[in-house]
């Protein structure tokens, strides 16, 4: 088992997820981040000023996933997330040693 973990543009998020949803992947954890890095900040506009942020606003998607399916997961983020500008963001993949469901207390693939 694999844990997928992608930090996408937030204008790319429903290309995403419509990609994942076509690969049958209907579950992930999403959350809103914060990160800085080669793309350095972002100018915001508030009020008709513009403003440099010292931070760039991403999204981080989770995904837990049996062994067959990370390229398929992999590929179909990185194609549909990608604009080719400095900031797309990452792809990782971690090992993951026990999942379980707490509902039903499943184990292993069969909990994700």
């Known amino acids: 088992m694999k844990k997928i973990e992608a930090i996408i543009r937030l204008s790319r998020f429903e290309k995403v997820r419509d990609a994942l949803a076509q690969i049958d992947v209907r579950f992930f954890t999403l959350k809103e981040v914060k990160g800085y890095g080669l793309q350095g900040g972002e100018k915001m506009m508030y009020r008709g000023s513009v403003y440099d942020a010292d931070y760039i606003a991403r999204l ?30 990452k792809i990782t993949v971690l090992d993951i040693q026990q999942v ?5 207390s499943e184990t292993g693939t069969a909990a994700i």
């Open 60 to 89: 981080q998607l989770d995904i837990l996933a049996s062994d067959d399916k990370v390229e398929k997961i992999v590929e179909a983020i990185a194609k549909s997330g990608r604009t080719g500008e400095i900031g797309d963001g």
């Open 100 to 104: 379980v469901r707490i509902r039903t």
